[in-house]
């Protein structure tokens, strides 16, 4: 009796696997002797070296083979012509899919066709196609939210620096104006200052003269955003100002500005 596969896999991979008897068995036996050579050169082939990293085009007789497993009853035109091999091997595409050569012009299928592996075939092929329509379904939806991100629909209308006031040296800022596609605009404002305990930051727009004033509201932290009152012209109130509040409940400004700049100057 033959040495058994496994152990002549076990041999070639180095294994000490083999007793006596096995042993004499191959020392005198022309078959398992070249078994074991044929499974050592595989093993020196894997072991000589990286693999090489380029991709190579698979033989056409892998591309018939997927399509049988996929039950697709054609076979791709650059295939079917490709010789006799080619031929042969279309012939076998569609027996295996369970469906005669080129089923649409030949009729119908042979009387001996077992349906039940075609419908799991392509339950398979559904499979796969439906993945695909996920993939590209995935893709697309993660375009559009990159798109999302990066195009949002206010423009911005002017920009100004917002810049310390005496007593607030170092403080600064920057304000930004946005428009909205339906017009409702909004004051972008960030702020870099020290924020003593106690107070609270408020942002206003002035005109140019500070005779006139309208509170846009309080400023959380460095940043916050502002809505513009409809009708409010800029021209007139272009001053961006943020001034310290203190707790005293009176709504008027302090008279206390960090920072200020003006819209569209
Ligand atoms: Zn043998």
């Given at each position: 009796m033959h040495i058994d596969d496994d152990t002549l896999a076990l041999l070639a991979l180095g294994?000490?696997?083999?007793?006596d008897g096995a042993r004499a068995h191959l020392a005198g036996c022309p078959t398992c002797a070249a078994a074991a050579a044929d499974l050592a050169r595989v093993t020196a082939l894997a072991r000589s070296?990286?693999?090489?990293?380029e991709l190579v085009a698979p033989d056409p007789r892998v591309w018939r083979r997927v399509h049988a497993e996929l039950g697709l009853a054609e076979v791709p035109v650059d295939l079917a012509g490709a010789g006799p091999d080619a031929a042969a091997g279309a012939a076998g595409a569609a027996g295996a899919a369970g469906a005669a050569g080129a089923a649409g012009a030949a009729g119908a299928p042979p009387a001996?066709?077992?349906p039940l592996p075609r419908s799991r075939r392509a339950r398979t092929w559904l499979g796969a196609a439906a993945a695909c329509l996920a993939l590209v379904a995935g893709v697309a939806g993660g375009v559009w939210w990159e798109r999302r991100e990066a195009e949002?629909?206010?423009?911005?209308?002017a920009t100004t620096d917002l810049e310390a006031l005496p007593g607030w040296t170092g403080a600064r800022g920057v304000a930004r104006l946005e428009e909205a596609p339906d017009g409702r605009r909004q004051v972008v404002v960030t702020l870099d200052a020290p924020a003593p305990a106690g107070t609270f930051r408020e942002v206003w727009l002035l005109t140019p003269d500070v005779s006139g004033l309208v509170s846009l509201g309080v400023l959380e932290g460095s940043e916050g955003r502002f809505d513009v009152p409809a009708g409010l012209n800029l021209a007139t109130y272009p001053v961006v100002d943020v001034s310290e509040e203190p707790m005293d409940g009176n709504p008027a400004h302090s008279g206390d500005s960090v920072v200020r700049g003006t819209l569209g100057a």
């Open positions: 294994e000490d696997v083999l007793d070296g990286p693999a090489p990293d001996d066709v077992v949002p629909p206010e423009t911005v209308v």
